[in-house]
């Protein structure tokens, strides 16, 4: 039965159409997705770190941040060869040699807390610091997922990324809580 649009009492009808309908579900499809990429990236880090613990992921995420260094070195090192920059070459080798065996030296030390980590009684506390360390590192990733949406300003369908996130109470708050990003805008602030 379809109702003429108007205000019957307690209701109120509006005229309905399956376009009106489409409308306001694709408008909602794009915060609902990345709501559920959200929600899955803590799923999977959450479950890693309980999973693997606190040490080994606190490990782990010092030896990306060494790699990326390692990496940054060597690409110095490399431009300085090639500009046959003898000074510059030498220092940002030494420095690349030092990364390296900061590297070697980080992990020696995790992999002994790893197996002090395995007594009964530390075992489940580093299995439960695993599973903050996890949400701590979920956050992050998001964290710099919504900074690089934000300076990008990516539209899908039309709709900036931005208002997709702003239209999901906890979307919002991560995005408007984002330690990284007013980080990124001070340093800028400097130099600009």
Known sequence: MKYPAGNYGYFTYAAWSPDLLRTEI??????????????LIYIWRVFSGSRN????????????VIVSFAVVAGIVVFESALGKNLIGFLVSAIILLVILIARKLIRLVF????????????????????LLAGIVEATAVIWVAFAVIGCLRIPVNGQ????LIRANLFLNFLYEHNMLYNFIQKIIGIFV
């Not at 992999?111 to 439960?128: E, Q």
């Not at 900036?160 to 208002?163: M, T």
């Open 26 to 39: 694709k408008e909602k499809d794009g915060m609902y997705i990345i709501l559920g990429i959200v929600v």
């Open 53 to 64: 613990g606190m040490i080994d992921e606190v490990g782990n995420l010092a030896d990306i």
């Open 111 to 130: 992999c002994s807390l790893g197996l002090i980590a395995k007594l009964p009684l530390l075992n489940g506390l580093n299995k439960f610091l695993g």
């Open 160 to 163: 900036p990324l931005v208002e």
